[in-house]
């Protein structure tokens, strides 16, 4: 097929035609595009268009190169959400309507570390619990997840009974907690999260570092979760002032 039909750049054209042939699910998603050669013989441009082209859709996330294997129709994240809006990782799978889970791998006290100790803000704290497990959306593990709470704010006899921690800390202690402080850091690879979560050897994490302050400023919980980027897609509501 060729697209040389109008007068913009043959560039422009290829992007136009190969997001056409996505959105008619010509090319569905994760599915492997044809190689350069046969797909620039069918859109009737040179090589060097047609990898300008596709430089363009990975920038615009249509579609993903891998080293040696080819290009893939990048997958459509299947959770987005606003992070000024603080919501639960229960919530925030059960908005999509599917079934949020937990599968819980350890609860325990531990010593706290030196990073514990300076998110809540106690150099002489000398206990944490630590929950540990993967959340799942429709039994499909989504996110591993890493919680940090101080002791007097969680019952342990509690923490296996509810998929949202945050509940059993407001139902428990009676506080609200109002807002989380919160830093994202993409990684690549990472030898627990990624093996937890049935990731492929190139398949990037996000993670996400919060930690949640009640209706006194006072930090309540702190949280690494690692979640599949493939999976997830954050965004930010930004106001002119």
């Known amino acids: 097929m060729s697209i040389r039909d109008d007068s913009r750049h043959l560039y422009l054209q290829v992007i ?3 997001k056409d042939d996505i959105d008619k699910e010509k090319y569905r998603e994760g599915e492997k595009l044809p190689s350069e050669f046969e797909l620039s013989k069918q859109l009737g441009v040179s090589r060097a268009t047609l990898r300008e082209a596709l430089r363009i859709l990975e920038e615009d996330n249509i579609v993903i190169r ?8 990048k997958e459509k994240s299947v959770f987005s959400s606003g992070i000024e809006q603080l919501y639960s990782v229960t919530d925030m799978i059960a908005q999509t309507g599917m079934k949020p889970g937990s599968r819980f791998l350890s609860t325990e006290v531990i010593e706290p570390s030196k990073e ?3 998110q809540f803000n106690q150099i002489r704290l000398s206990e944490i619990v630590e929950v540990e497990r993967i959340r799942t959306a429709n039994d499909t593990p989504v996110i591993y997840c ?4 101080i002791p007097e704010y969680i019952p342990l006899e509690r923490v296996h009974k509810h998929t949202s921690l945050l509940k059993v800390i407001e139902d428990y202690t009676g506080m609200k907690i109002m807002y989380a402080v919160t830093k994202i850091e993409p990684v690549s690879f990472h030898e ?26 006072e930090p309540v919980l702190f949280s690494k979760n690692f979640f599949r980027a493939d999976k997830f897609s954050f965004y930010v509501v930004r106001k002119r002032v």
């Open 16 to 18: 136009d035609q190969i």
């Open 66 to 73: 891998k080293h040696g294997l080819g290009t893939y129709v």
């Open 116 to 118: 514990d100790k300076i």
């Open 146 to 149: 890493i919680d940090h709470i």
């Open 192 to 217: 627990k999260a990624s093996l937890l979560l049935d990731c492929q050897p190139d398949q990037s994490l996000l993670l996400l570092k919060q930690i949640h302050y009640n209706e006194n400023d």
